[in-house]
């Protein structure tokens, strides 16, 4: 691995939160401090995450940094439901269906990280 940018989880953890802030753009003015902020915050971290952890030392403190991400977007998932649930958004299966994408391939990244150590 060169840097986290050739990961492609982590390139398709980018194109994720640029379709959160896409759907969280909808969301009512009143959520801008609440729901909307919360989702953004928690969707950035995913990518983040990894880039953070694929800087460190070792293998250890990737993979811990990789479970932070997968909490992450565990987060992620349960703000879309909820802001389904509040029909602040109609259809949030394609969004889920990246965010499964994703976390397979954290999982994955953590059994081969997990080899290494």
Do not use: C
């Not at 953890?13 to 640029?18: A, G, L, Q």
């Not at 909307?36 to 070792?58: L, Y």
């Amino acid at each position: 691995m060169k840097t986290h940018t050739d990961l492609d989880v982590w390139k398709l953890s980018m194109d994720f939160v640029e379709n959160i802030y896409k759907i969280s753009a909808a969301f009512p003015k009143e959520e801008v401090y609440g729901l909307t902020s919360q989702i953004r915050r928690a969707a950035v971290s995913i990518p983040s995450n990894i880039a953070e952890g694929a800087s460190r030392q070792g293998p250890k403190e990737f993979i811990q940094f990789l479970y932070v991400s997968l909490g992450s977007l565990s987060e992620v998932e349960t703000q879309l439901i909820l802001a389904q649930r509040l029909i602040y958004v109609a259809d949030i299966q394609p969004v889920l269906n990246d965010a499964i994408k994703i976390k397979k391939m954290l999982n994955g990244l953590i059994t081969h990280m997990k080899g290494r150590v």
